[in-house]
């Protein structure tokens, strides 16, 4: 019977697990050692600006475990969405920890590159040919959107993570990937059964997440043809029908359906049957094929903000916050515009938080706090504008009256100087799809040798 | 009357991609999931004034194996716009576990 075993270390590459756990897992000789490295759980920057999320030291101590244990046991690895986004650049940066790796250890690897950015004038074709569909909730897009976009993802099936793992690859990154192509890619190549592949998977991608211990981190994956089974490599963490069928509704909407390029799989009648030792068995899952579609990930700049925080102790404040805000906005926009500043040019926020900046909606009656951090957040079109914004608020921040006829209050800074430049912010554009007849349409592949002896 | 937050064993929300949060609701055991589950709180007209949605866009789920109920709704704008609230939506639960049982 065919059969394949996925490690799966990390939740998402540089947030580490411990020693033991890992080592245990690798005692358990699995076939293959995934990981996903990226999200768009963080909102927008990320891909806007193309940046990577966790620090390189982090991540580099997690791939070096991954590279190690893997060429001691003559296993492949496999990791999606490098540098948290997936830009190409992720994938080359990516590649620059592996090189640095292989030549301190000395281990010679064949690395496949999988790209997947995509050029805004590649989508804006496709939408000029009918080719890209919306996702529910529905968002309008055109042209001028699509320009909008700092950077645009493509986000890769299996396919050609398998293609790579044919070709006899011993490390497979990829740019934005789906969190289960990454771990389904193995266990569909070895011949299992594909709608275990992929619950499994689903079940996986996250690590740890799926057991008793969420923090303990680490999973195995066994698939085989006719389901999957789950098992914690730490010590102090099982696997339960529950802890296997609450994590499909982790981070996901639809708790029975699984959309992934090309296929969807149905959860609703699946059997999650506890076996000895913390480990649980799943099957009945099925799945169907689609047409195949990629997900687009779009995001763009949307101006430069400025911040201030300023705490409030002051109980005539306190016990109605929202009116004095109301007061203290009406005061500064006549300032503003006393200044010659067009209120079309910028935009603010000022949130109590301690009273309802979170909920942005009423207090229960009787509400009053301890004390509050009022935030203000400028928004302008460049850094300078959003400075001066928040410049001309300083004053009135520091200074605005309690009450009709009190003498001048101070308010309590915690820096110098007030105003926090927060630099670019981004937003996300697409909520798409592109209709594809192959999935190796849009993507490039490279295929490298880092030699481990070379200085 | 009892809310939600006081007969669930416990309740979360989550961004699930930059354009939907979804709340689960543990009930904790089947007696609890029986009262829960049958609540009229969990209607989308009601469900969608707590949140300010469109009630044709909430989904509700129910997982009577696990003992657990979810919700999903679009979010008003994109995870992460201009003047964000909740970059994670871990915190939009609340809202949920205050409407009566």
């Known amino acids: 019977m065919n059969k394949c075993k996925v ?75 490098c ?66 976009c700092s950077h645009i993802v493509g986000v890769l099936g299996a396919e050609p993570f398998i293609e790579a793992l044919k070709n006899g690859a011993d490390i497979v990154l990829a740019g934005r990937t789906t969190d289960t192509a990454v771990l389904a890619c193995m266990p569909l190549l070895k011949g299992c059964s594909p709608a275990a592949a992929w619950h499994g998977a689903k079940v996986c991608e ?23 089974e789950v098992e914690s490599p730490a010590r102090d963490s099982i696997c339960t029908p529950f802890t296997i069928s609450a994590h499909l509704l982790y981070e996901n909407a639809d708790p029975f359906y699984l959309v992934e390029p090309g296929v969807i799989v149905d959860v609703s009648e699946a059997d999650y049957i506890q076996l000895p030792e913390g480990r649980v068995r799943v099957e009945n899952t099925r799945i169907r094929q689609t047409s195949y579609t990629m997900k687009l990930e779009g995001a763009g700049p949307a101006g430069y903000q400025t911040i201030t925080l300023v705490g409030i102790r002051n109980r005539i404040v306190l016990k109605d916050p929202m009116s004095w805000l109301d007061k203290l906005s009406a005061h500064a926009d006549q300032k503003l515009g006393s200044l010659g500043y067009d209120p079309d040019s910028y935009s603010y926020s000022l949130r109590p938080y301690g009273y309802q900046a979170v909920y942005g909606g009423d207090v229960p009656e009787g509400y009053i706090p301890n004390e509050l951090g009022v935030l203000l957040t400028v928004t302008a079109d460049d850094q300078e504008t959003a400075t001066k914004i928040a410049k001309v608020f300083n ?6 009256e309690v009450a009709k006829n009190t003498p001048k209050p101070s308010f309590a800074f915690p820096f110098s100087p007030a105003e926090v430049e927060k630099g670019r912010i981004y937003e996300f554009q697409l909520n798409h ?22 200085e | 009357m009892e809310i939600f937050s006081e007969v669930a064993h416990y309740i979360r929300s989550k961004n699930a991609g930059p354009f939907w949060i979804t709340i689960d609701v543990f009930c904790g055991d089947e007696e609890r999931y029986k009262v ?5 709180s969990l209607n989308p007209e009601v469900i969608a004034r ?14 009577p194996s696990i003992h657990t109920i979810k919700i999903s709704y679009p979010r008003a704008r994109p995870q992460g716009s201009k003047y964000e609230r909740d970059m994670h939506a871990g915190q939009q639960y609340v809202e949920l576990g205050n409407l009566p049982v």
Do not use: W
């Open chain 1, 7 to 81: 490690f799966v270390p990390y939740g998402g590459l540089g947030m580490g697990i411990s020693e033991e756990s890992f080592q245990r897992a690798i005692a358990m000789k699995p076939d293959i050692i995934s990981t996903d490295a990226g999200s768009t759980d963080s909102g927008p920057y990320y891909l806007g600006a193309g940046k990577c999320k966790y620090a390189r030291e982090a991540i580099k101590n997690d791939t070096k475990r991954m590279i190690v244990a893997a060429h001691k046991l003559h296993i492949p690895i496999t990791i999606g969405s």
């Open chain 1, 83 to 148: 540098g948290t986004c997936g830009v190409d650049d992720g994938v080359d940066f990516m590649e620059d920890v592996c090189r640095e790796i292989c030549r301190e250890e000395g281990i010679t690897v064949k690395v496949a590159k999988i790209y997947s950015e995509l050029s805004r004038e590649t989508v804006n074709e496709k939408l000029g040919s009918g080719k890209i569909k919306p996702l529910e909730p529905v968002m309008e897009l055109d042209q001028e959107k699509v320009n909008k």
């Open chain 2, 50 to 63: 707590a949140y300010k949605v469109n009630p044709d866009s909430v989904r509700v789920f129910f997982l």
């Open chain 1, 433 to 454: 799809v592109i209709e594809l007849d192959d999935p190796f349409e849009l993507i490039r592949m490279e295929y490298v040798t880092i030699d481990g002896k070379e």
């Open chain 1, 395 to 400: 004053p009135i921040l520091l200074h605005f």
């Open chain 1, 206 to 228: 996250c690590s740890g997440t799926c057991t008793t211990s969420p923090q303990s981190g680490g999973i195995v994956l066994t698939v085989d043809e006719s389901g999957f």
């Open chain 2, 36 to 40: 829960l589950s049958k609540s009229p």
